[in-house]
């Protein structure tokens, strides 16, 4: 195999545009909205626009410049169909803690152009979801006091940046514990609202994973599991001969699209088929060697057993599960790539099409200034004089 070609390559030529756009995937935002259909399940959830279009992010207090483009592409759309586009953003609060350094971390760069990362979430629980972790008031009390040692340093904007970030106190560093994903999301929601003055309308994973809605599409993925991996792994495999990043690697025959986090210390472990006893089971060990087995009955519902714990989670085939609610997504680099495998094997088997993908046009652009929302809203220019007002 050759030089491996990643998302920035395809987008950097017409034959690897093609490619995407052969897959429903577009880099024209005119061409996104006129593939735009009304989604073919209704949820109470999503609002009442004809064209829900969602992107899904981990929920960060610091979003990165590459994700800030996602919001931006997603805040464009909604302004040029504002009547009938809703705009939603999907934080996945149910992806394990070290699954992005960068939405457990805020970032700063020094005048001396050094990278700084301070981490917000406690020690110990890298392997727990964002839903199942909490806050520690100390350390992000202190993280609150190295930003302003960081402020304390600017060459200019000091009295600005100072001032915001008191405002920004209650947010970036509450004094009561509270879950880790409500605090990233809402200070998250909070900074997009003050650069973007957008604010999506966000739902977090983990209040879609007990509806009818997913219920039915994960009994349509396992009824035909065994197919979509086989086609899953021959896209792969069609990709990779032509030299294309895939971002996913082939499905083993025990796959399942299900994570569990275990009850007693928090940890995140795959699920995997296995018969006992003559049933097929949905199995689970964790590293200190608990383990955990769920009946994937073939009735109305095989899942259950499982779904009655709401401690499961579903894994990189959100947006399968995801794809009869939704009119289209926003997708960033990685997600660009394993949609080019997803799609084909949604399609092939279960004969559904992948619903139209906007990959923003300013995702490649080379990456300038402070690495973090955050910094970039305490150190930019006051275009009114005054301080914002948070909220």
């Not at 993280?143 to 970036?172: I, S, W």
């Not at 994570?259 to 795959?270: A, N, T």
């Not at 279960?350 to 910094?375: D, N, S, T």
Request: charged share 25%; hydrophobic share 45%.
């Amino acid at each position: 195999m050759g030089i491996v070609r990643e998302l920035r390559d395809l987008l950097a030529t017409e034959q690897g545009r093609d490619l995407l756009r052969s897959a429903g995937i577009f880099t024209v935002r005119d061409e996104f909205l006129s593939a735009l259909r009304p989604p073919q399940q209704r949820s109470g959830l999503l609002g009442a626009q004809d064209c829900p279009v969602y992107l899904h992010q981990q929920p960060s207090p610091d979003f990165r410049i590459s994700v800030l483009r996602k919001f931006e592409a997603l805040s464009a759309l909604q302004r040029a169909r504002p009547e009938a586009l809703g705009a939603v953003y999907l934080a996945i609060d149910t992806d394990r803690a070290a699954s992005s350094k960068a939405a457990t971390r805020i970032a700063w760069l020094d005048a001396a152009g050094r990278r700084h990362a301070l981490k917000v979430t406690p020690p110990g629980t890298d392997l727990v979801e964002f839903r199942h972790v909490s806050t520690d008031p100390r350390q992000l009390a202190r993280v609150a006091a190295t930003l302003e040692a960081y402020v304390r340093q600017m060459r200019a904007g000091r009295d600005a940046g100072l001032a915001r970030l008191r405002a920004l106190r209650p947010h970036l560093a509450p004094d009561e514990p509270i879950s880790y994903a409500q605090y990233a999301a809402e200070l998250g929601d909070t900074l997009l609202h003050r650069h973007l003055g957008f604010r999506p309308h966000r739902i977090l994973v983990s209040a879609l994973t007990g509806t009818a809605a997913m219920r039915d599409a994960v009994s349509v993925l396992l009824a035909n599991l065994d197919g979509f991996v086989r086609s899953f792994n021959r896209r792969i495999a069609q990709l990779r001969s032509m030299e294309v990043a895939t971002a996913v690697d082939p499905l083993p025959d025990d796959y399942l699209p299900f994570f569990y986090s275990c009850p007693v210390d928090g940890q995140r472990v795959r699920l995997r088929r296995q018969r006992i006893g003559g049933e097929d089971c949905a199995v689970a060990e964790t590293r200190a060697g608990r383990r955990y087995a769920f009946p994937l009955r073939r009735d109305e519902f095989p899942a259950a057993a499982l779904f009655a714990s709401a401690r499961w989670s579903p894994d990189v085939l959100l947006p399968v599960l995801l794809n009869r609610q939704f009119s289209g997504l926003i997708a960033g680099r990685s997600s660009a790539l394993y949609l080019l495998v997803q799609g084909a094997a949604m399609q092939e088997v279960l004969g559904m099409p992948l619903v139209p993908v906007l990959v923003p046009e300013r995702l490649g652009e080379a990456e300038q200034g402070p690495p973090g929302l955050l910094q970039r809203w305490l150190v930019e220019p006051d275009r009114t004089g005054e301080c914002p007002t948070l909220g």
